[in-house]
């Protein structure tokens, strides 16, 4: 007698959208060159707005997106905190927005769509926003290769 094949379930829904697809390599080097720019063509009066924008676009459109996941997300807030104080309690916020979606991120890749989403802690520190798209990117390529995979299966009737 033949074993019957198992399915393994798909982790992922269709009901949460998926991650932004954007290679953290790509962010990484978007970063670096407009921060360069800014450096190299910033006004002086501007400088320190443009270098506090420059920094929180990428976090607050990823807040934006964890707010689109689960409604309950506060790291918005924190992140709109964070660019709206002064330098010194601009950067205590920021440390708490990294660990704020880091726990918001892990909450829902390991509970709402279960893919065992393991965030190191030193890393989340370091390199924050970066590390994330770097894990975001591989959840994406899965998600939207296994959904289609799911889509493009035949029914089969039983006879």
């Not at 892990?106 to 893919?115: A, F, G, I, S």
Request: aromatic content about 16%; glycine content about 4%; overall charge neutral.
């Amino acid at each position: 007698m033949e074993p019957s094949p198992v399915s393994v379930a798909n982790p992922y829904s269709s009901l949460y959208p998926s991650p932004p697809r954007v290679h953290w390599a790509l962010l990484l080097v978007a970063f670096l060159g407009a921060a360069a720019l800014l450096y190299w063509l910033g006004p002086g009066k501007l400088h320190d707005f443009l270098s506090n924008v420059l920094i929180a676009v990428w976090p607050i459109y990823l807040c934006i997106w964890i707010r689109k996941i689960d409604v309950r997300s506060e790291s918005l807030y924190w992140a709109l905190a964070s660019f709206a104080t002064g330098f010194l309690f601009s950067w205590l916020l920021w440390i708490v927005v990294i660990f704020e979606v880091r726990e918001e991120l892990q909450e829902h890749y390991n509970h709402r769509e279960p893919v065992g989403l393991r965030l190191n802690w030193w890393l989340s520190l370091l390199f924050s926003f970066v590390y994330f798209q770097y894990k975001l990117n591989a959840i994406a390529r899965e998600k939207n290769r296994s959904l289609a995979d799911s889509s493009a299966a035949p029914i089969r009737e039983i006879p």
